[in-house]
């Protein structure tokens, strides 16, 4: 049994990165891991969210999913962000949360996390090596542990062969690419990593 306490923090507009995120959360369990599945804050007004229909929907049926605090991230061993590319960054909702953790970062807070990330943009281009990689270099301000699942399983091929995290593209009809076995091995690829960090 694994003791491990992942934390899989995500942003979703519309859902694609909620799933990730319940796939993820589905793979850590596999391995014994303790596991919270908590969304940043949304920024954006409800004039905004209200002009897309599926984004309404999204915000409406996702409701009751817990707020990630500073205090989830003290408590995780582990964490996997699971956030959309806004032109090759991170969406502003997830850099927004990253950047009031100022506090636990000055006490040493983020030293020795482990953390991975993943991320989706609507075409196969769109930016999502670029996202995971910018929110890899906050994780290394952090003193924190990247634990990418570079090529170390056949699922990452079948995916689309992102070594830096899973990403997918996410269109009108849903996923594109076949990514569920690949972001439960990242999963649980990450708990393992952490495992060997605590003991």
């Keep these: 049994m694994s003791n491990v306490k992942l934390a899989v923090i995500y942003y979703s507009s519309t859902g694609t990165n909620y799933q990730l995120a319940k796939w993820a959360e589905e793979g850590?369990?596999?391995?014994?891991?303790?596991?919270?599945?908590?969304?940043?804050?949304?920024?954006?007004?409800d004039a905004?969210?209200?002009?897309?229909?599926?984004?309404?929907?999204?915000?409406?049926a996702t409701k009751d999913v817990q707020?990630?605090?500073?205090?989830?991230?003290?408590?995780?061993?582990?964490?996997?962000?699971?956030?959309?590319?806004?032109?090759?960054?991170?969406?502003s909702q997830m850099k927004q949360f990253l950047d009031t953790q100022g506090g636990l970062w000055a006490t040493g807070k983020t030293v020795n996390k482990v953390v991975s990330a993943?991320?989706?943009a609507g075409n196969a281009h769109g930016g999502q090596e670029a996202t995971i990689l910018s929110l890899y270099t906050s994780m290394y301000h952090w003193g924190a542990i990247v634990a990418a699942p570079g090529y170390a399983d056949e699922s990452?091929?079948?995916?689309?062969?992102?070594?830096?995290?899973?990403?997918?593209?996410?269109?009108?009809?849903?996923?594109?690419?076949?990514?569920?076995?690949?972001?439960?091995?990242?999963?649980?690829?990450?708990?393992?990593?952490?495992?060997?960090?605590?003991?």
Excluded: C
Aim: hydrophobic share 45%; aromatic share 6%.
């Design 118 to 120: 993943m991320s989706s």
């Design 156 to 199: 990452i091929f079948k995916a689309g062969g992102n070594p830096y995290g899973v990403s997918v593209t996410a269109g009108d009809d849903g996923m594109v690419e076949d990514v569920e076995d690949a972001v439960k091995f990242q999963a649980k690829r990450t708990v393992k990593i952490a495992e060997k960090i605590n003991s």
């Design 48 to 60: 905004a969210i209200d002009s897309n229909p599926s984004w309404r929907a999204h915000v409406d």
């Design 67 to 91: 707020e990630v605090t500073s205090a989830d991230l003290e408590w995780a061993d582990a964490i996997i962000f699971s956030v959309p590319t806004r032109f090759g960054n991170m969406a």
């Design 28 to 45: 850590a369990k596999e391995v014994g891991a303790e596991v919270k599945v908590l969304k940043v804050p949304e920024l954006a007004p």
